[in-house]
C-alpha cells in the first residue's frame, strides 16, 4: 500500500509539473501571436494587363459553367423524355411564370413549349424536368426550373398528368453501338465498332448527282464516327467491266449501264459539328469532301476501251507533221473514254432548332468537279512515241450546292426521310424504315436547265433496301 501510494503521489507532481510548462510555453508565445495577427497583409500590385487577364479567363470560366449548365449530353439524350405541352391552361401558367421571373417573352406567343424529362431511375423511380424551353426562353436544371415555375406548376408538369400533350423522342445525335453496327444497301455500307473506329464502301458520288455505279467506282475507307465527328479516308477502285451494259434483274426490269469508265483515286471526307449555337438555336455543321483521281493507264480501263472507236485517229492516219489537224472533213467524229478525275465540295449545314421545324435543315455550299477524256493511241505531236492514253482538254464544272431536307422522329427513333438537292443535276433522296433493322431507299437524279453530256443520262433512278444490325 505504501509503494502506491508513493507512486500515486508521484504521478501527481509530474501531471502539475507538465501543465505549468504548458501554461508557461502560452504566456510566452501568445504576445508573439498577437502582434502576428494585427499585422495586415501587403496588397498585391496589379497592372491592367493582369487584370484584364485574370477578367478574361473568369469571363472563360463563366462561360464554360453556362454552357455545361444549358445542354444535355449528347451521348444520353435518346435516352430522355421530351415533349410538347399544346394545354392552354399550362402554356399560359408557365408563360406568366417566365415572365414574372424576368424573362423576355409575349404573353401570346404561339411557339411551341417543349420539355425535357429524365426517365425513372432508382428505387424510388424518381423523375426530374430537365429542360423547359419555349422561343428564346430556357429553363434548366430541376432546382432552376422549380424556382421560377413554382413547386404545384413544377409537379403538375413532371407529372405528366391532367393536361393536354404531344409526346415525342429526342433525337439520337449518334447511336449507340453495343459491339458492332452493320448498314449495307446498294449504295454502300458501313462497320462501326464501339470504339468509334470502322470500315466503309460507298458506290456512287451524291455531291454531283451520279447515284450507284454511275461514276464508275467503288471505294474503300476507314472511318472514325464518335461523338458529332465522322471522317473517312481512303481509295476508290475502278469497277471494270461491272456496269458497262444494262443489268436485267426480271421480266426485262434493267439498271442502266454507266458511261463513266472510272480510275482509281484517293478520297476523303469529313463531317463535323461547329458548336456555335446553343441547342435551342439548333446546330450548324460542316461537311467537305475531296476526291482526285490517279493518272489512269490502259489496263485499268474496262475492256471495251480497246475497241477501234476509242482509237486515236482512227479511219484515217495521223497527221505528218504531228499537229492536231482533226483530218478530213468527211471524217467521222471520235468518241472518247470518259472518268471522274475530280470531285470537291464543301457546305455548312444548318438543323432547325425543335420550336420551329424539328427534323427539317438546309445545306448551302459549292465545290467543282472535272471529266477527263481520253482516247487510245500514239501521242499526235509526237508520233515516235508509243502511248497508251492520250489526255485531251479536260472539262471543268463549278457547282453550287444547295440542299434541303427533313427527317421525321417518332417515338422509335429516324421513321423517315426526304431531300433534294441542287448541284451538278437535281437529286431527290427518300427512304422509310420498313422494320427496326431494314430500310427502303430511292435516288432519282435528272438533269435541269441543260442538254445531258455524252457520260450521263439525262435521268435515272434506284431503289435499294437497306439492311441495318447492332449487336
Avoid at 48 to 67: G, K, M, N, V, Y
Wanted: aromatic share 12%; proline share 7%.
Amino acid at each position: 500500500m505504501t509503494i502506491r501510494h508513493h507512486m500515486t503521489r508521484l504521478s501527481t507532481r509530474t501531471a502539475m509539473t507538465f501543465a505549468l510548462l504548458v501554461l508557461s510555453a502560452l504566456a510566452i508565445t501568445s504576445p508573439a501571436l498577437a502582434q502576428q495577427g494585427n499585422q495586415q497583409p501587403q496588397p498585391t500590385q496589379m497592372n491592367w494587363q493582369d487584370s484584364l487577364r485574370t477578367a478574361r479567363a473568369e469571363e472563360q470560366t463563366l462561360r464554360a459553367i453556362l454552357s455545361s449548365i444549358e445542354s444535355i449530353d449528347t451521348a444520353r439524350q435518346n435516352e430522355l423524355i421530351q415533349w410538347i405541352i399544346t394545354d392552354r391552361t399550362i402554356r399560359s401558367r408557365v408563360i406568366s411564370a417566365l415572365r414574372k421571373g424576368g424573362y423576355h417573352i409575349s404573353p401570346n406567343s404561339v411557339a411551341e413549349l417543349s420539355v425535357t424529362q429524365k426517365p425513372p431511375t432508382g428505387p424510388d423511380n424518381d423523375m426530374a424536368l430537365l429542360r423547359v424551353v419555349i422561343e428564346q426562353v430556357g429553363l434548366y436544371g430541376e432546382p432552376n426550373i422549380r424556382r421560377i415555375l413554382g413547386t404545384d406548376l413544377y409537379e403538375r408538369i413532371n407529372s405528366r398528368q391532367g393536361y393536354e400533350y404531344t409526346l415525342i423522342s429526342t433525337e439520337p445525335v449518334q447511336q449507340k453501338v453495343q459491339f458492332v453496327m452493320m448498314d449495307a444497301s446498294l449504295f454502300g455500307g458501313d462497320i462501326i465498332f464501339k470504339s468509334g473506329f470502322g470500315f466503309g464502301i460507298n458506290v456512287g458520288d451524291d455531291y454531283i448527282g451520279y447515284p450507284f455505279w454511275l461514276p464508275g467506282t467503288i471505294g474503300t475507307y476507314g472511318l472514325i464516327r464518335r461523338g458529332t465527328t465522322d471522317f473517312r479516308l481512303g481509295i476508290e477502285w475502278p469497277l471494270g467491266q461491272s456496269g458497262v451494259d444494262p443489268f436485267t434483274i426480271s421480266q426485262g426490269l434493267q439498271i442502266r449501264e454507266r458511261k463513266l469508265a472510272g480510275a482509281m483515286a484517293f478520297s476523303a471526307e469529313i463531317k463535323q459539328d461547329l458548336g456555335l449555337l446553343a441547342e435551342q438555336s439548333g446546330k450548324l455543321h460542316f461537311g467537305l469532301e475531296f476526291r482526285n483521281a490517279f493518272t489512269p493507264s490502259f489496263n485499268s480501263f474496262p475492256a471495251y476501251a480497246g475497241q477501234e472507236q476509242y482509237r486515236t485517229y482512227f479511219g484515217y492516219p495521223p497527221p505528218s507533221d504531228g499537229s492536231l489537224d482533226p483530218g478530213p472533213a468527211n471524217s467521222p467524229v471520235r468518241p472518247f473514254i470518259y472518268y471522274l478525275a475530280l470531285s470537291t465540295h464543301g457546305y455548312l449545314s444548318y438543323r432547325m432548332p425543335d420550336q420551329v421545324l424539328r427534323g427539317a435543315y438546309v445545306q448551302l455550299g459549292g465545290g467543282m468537279h472535272s471529266i477527263q477524256p481520253v482516247s487510245i493511241g500514239s501521242d499526235p505531236k509526237n508520233p515516235t512515241t508509243n502511248q497508251d492514253v492520250f489526255m485531251w482538254d479536260r472539262y471543268n464544272f463549278f457547282d453550287p450546292f444547295v440542299k434541303l431536307g427533313y427527317i421525321h422522329t417518332g417515338e422509335s427513333g429516324d421513321e423517315y426521310g426526304v431531300s433534294v438537292q441542287y448541284s451538278n443535276t437535281l437529286l431527290t433522296d427518300a427512304w422509310v424504315k420498313l422494320f427496326p433493322w431494314l430500310q427502303l431507299e430511292a435516288k432519282y437524279s435528272t438533269i435541269v436547265g441543260r442538254d445531258p453530256y455524252p457520260w450521263e443520262w439525262k435521268d435515272y433512278v434506284m431503289v435499294s433496301p437497306k439492311l441495318t444490325l447492332n449487336f
